[in-house]
């Protein structure tokens, strides 16, 4: 196969790659690049490569020219950074860039019949399909959205995590939005706003939401995330223990042209010395958080945030540190019984006087009245169909 032109002088080119280089590591393009390198003329070797590609492709689909060019808008390299940043690359830079991504877009078209031309064997050989992109005006549409599409891994996903000091994003996010909630629709309209102002670029607090477990705090967030994230709004959850690494995961995002809630779930210290630990972060984190950028905690109580120790009489307002407290007030009966109306109608299950009294039941025996005990009431009804 080294003796094809072609073959050979894409190959040279894929070395040459600077700014999008890390695509040469991916585990699709590898036995690619194997089979347009490989001097070999042995069929069994030629084979297991043409396969091994082919397997790795079918993995993500058929179309080659796709892939290559979804692994292009989704790489963070140095060039997509700058532009993220508001930051006019340099000349040089930006010449490498269309220069790789005409390259790129050489690999991507690439036939299969190419590839089976210069294999001795003449069995069926299963192929792809390609399609003509082009790369540079894609790539060039994908610069001017960055706002709210983002890039890289932030292109891919709505929710991230912290794991290794890594932001990664999560498997599998709650996908709850807006019109699924039910509740205190009061205290979830306020954290919409909130997060529609950080969009916007006007002022929005961090937030706390407190309240008793299972009104619908977490899912509050994650539905705002749900509801923005087509219009440039992420999430990064981080855990009470990983504060301390909320000044480096806040320096990552500061030249992001995407808004972020950072994200704390049950929010508590048992202390005043952990909930003094956790006011000098925030203190920290407070003077220089960036603009798009705001603190998002959960808690059973505001009280919990306070550290208080008596024997000291050392007191740690952790919950000064948000300026919008928002309180989700446990449902009283009547509105627990529209909760499981709601969730009933929903799962197509016919309500009966029997079927709410057996709900209040569930709640007594129970975590008492919440919008999760309705539902889960109701999916254990329908589990049981």
């Given at each position: 196969?080294?003796?094809n032109?072609?073959?050979?002088?894409?190959?040279?080119?894929?070395?040459?790659?600077?700014?999008f280089?890390?695509?040469?590591?991916?585990?699709?393009?590898?036995?690619?690049?194997?089979?347009?390198?490989?001097e070999?003329?042995?069929?069994?070797?030629?084979?297991?490569?043409?396969?091994?590609?082919?397997?790795?492709?079918?993995?993500?689909?058929?179309?080659?020219?796709?892939?290559?060019l979804?692994?292009?808008?989704?790489?963070?390299?140095f060039?997509?950074?700058?532009?993220?940043?508001?930051?006019?690359?340099?000349?040089?830079?930006?010449?490498?860039?269309?220069?790789?991504?005409?390259i790129?877009q050489?690999?991507?078209?690439?036939?299969?019949?190419?590839?089976?031309?210069?294999?001795?064997?003449?069995?069926?050989?299963?192929?792809?399909?390609?399609?003509?992109?082009?790369?540079?005006?894609?790539?060039?549409?994908?610069a001017?959205?960055?706002?709210?599409?983002?890039?890289?891994?932030?292109a891919?996903?709505?929710?991230?995590?912290?794991?290794?000091?890594?932001?990664?994003?999560?498997?599998?996010?709650?996908?709850?939005?807006?019109?699924?909630?039910?509740?205190?629709?009061?205290?979830?309209?306020?954290?919409?706003?909130?997060?529609?102002?950080?969009?916007?670029?006007?002022?929005?607090?961090?937030?706390?939401?407190?309240?008793?477990t299972?009104?619908?705090?977490?899912?509050?967030?994650?539905?705002?995330?749900?509801?923005?994230?087509?219009?440039?709004?992420?999430?990064?959850?981080?855990?009470?223990?990983?504060?301390n690494?909320?000044?480096?995961?806040?320096?990552?995002?500061?030249?992001?042209?995407?808004?972020f809630?950072?994200?704390?779930?049950?929010?508590?210290?048992?202390?005043?010395?952990?909930?003094?630990?956790?006011?000098?972060?925030?203190?920290?984190?407070?003077?220089?958080?960036p603009?798009?950028?705001?603190?998002?905690a959960?808690?059973?109580?505001?009280?919990?945030?306070?550290?208080?120790?008596?024997?000291?009489?050392?007191?740690?307002?952790?919950?000064?540190?948000?300026?919008?407290?928002?309180?989700?007030?446990?449902?009283?009966?009547?509105t627990?019984?529209?909760?499981?109306?709601?969730?009933?109608?929903?799962?197509?299950?016919?309500?009966?006087?029997?079927?709410l009294?057996?709900?209040?039941?569930?709640?007594?025996?129970?975590?008492?009245?919440?919008p999760?005990?309705?539902?889960?009431?109701i999916?254990?009804l329908?589990?049981?169909?």
């Amino acid at each position: 196969m080294g003796k094809n032109k072609k073959l050979q002088e894409l190959e040279l080119a894929l070395n040459s790659l600077v700014i999008f280089r890390k695509l040469l590591t991916n585990d699709v393009v590898l036995p690619l690049r194997a089979l347009l390198d490989t001097e070999t003329t042995d069929p069994i070797i030629q084979l297991r490569q043409y396969a091994e590609f082919t397997s790795r492709l079918y993995r993500h689909g058929t179309n080659l020219t796709k892939y290559i060019l979804k692994l292009v808008l989704e790489d963070e390299n140095f060039y997509i950074r700058q532009l993220a940043a508001g930051t006019e690359p340099e000349d040089a830079i930006t010449a490498c860039a269309m220069n790789e991504l005409l390259i790129l877009q050489r690999l991507s078209r690439l036939k299969p019949v190419e590839l089976q031309k210069e294999i001795s064997y003449y069995g069926v050989l299963p192929e792809w399909t390609v399609e003509e992109i082009d790369f540079r005006q894609t790539y060039a549409d994908h610069a001017a959205e960055l706002k709210t599409k983002g890039f890289g891994k932030y292109a891919k996903a709505l929710m991230f995590m912290l794991r290794d000091r890594e932001i990664v994003p999560v498997q599998y996010a709650d996908s709850v939005t807006p019109d699924e909630l039910a509740g205190d629709f009061e205290a979830q309209h306020t954290v919409l706003q909130n997060a529609a102002a950080l969009l916007a670029g006007k002022p929005a607090q961090n937030m706390l939401l407190w309240g008793d477990t299972g009104c619908g705090k977490s899912a509050a967030v994650k539905a705002a995330v749900n509801q923005y994230g087509k219009d440039g709004l992420r999430l990064i959850q981080l855990t009470p223990g990983q504060l301390n690494e909320l000044p480096e995961v806040m320096a990552q995002l500061a030249d992001n042209p995407l808004r972020f809630l950072i994200y704390f779930d049950d929010l508590m210290f048992d202390t005043s010395a952990d909930a003094g630990a956790a006011m000098t972060w925030l203190e920290g984190a407070a003077a220089a958080k960036p603009e798009n950028v705001i603190l998002c905690a959960t808690a059973a109580n505001r009280s919990l945030l306070r550290g208080d120790a008596p024997d000291t009489g050392t007191s740690c307002a952790v919950s000064g540190r948000f300026g919008l407290q928002i309180h989700f007030e446990r449902p009283d009966e009547q509105t627990y019984r529209s909760l499981v109306r709601e969730f009933a109608s929903r799962s197509g299950i016919h309500v009966t006087e029997e079927l709410l009294r057996g709900a209040e039941q569930f709640a007594a025996e129970g975590a008492g009245r919440s919008p999760r005990t309705a539902r889960q009431y109701i999916d254990l009804l329908c589990a049981g169909k």
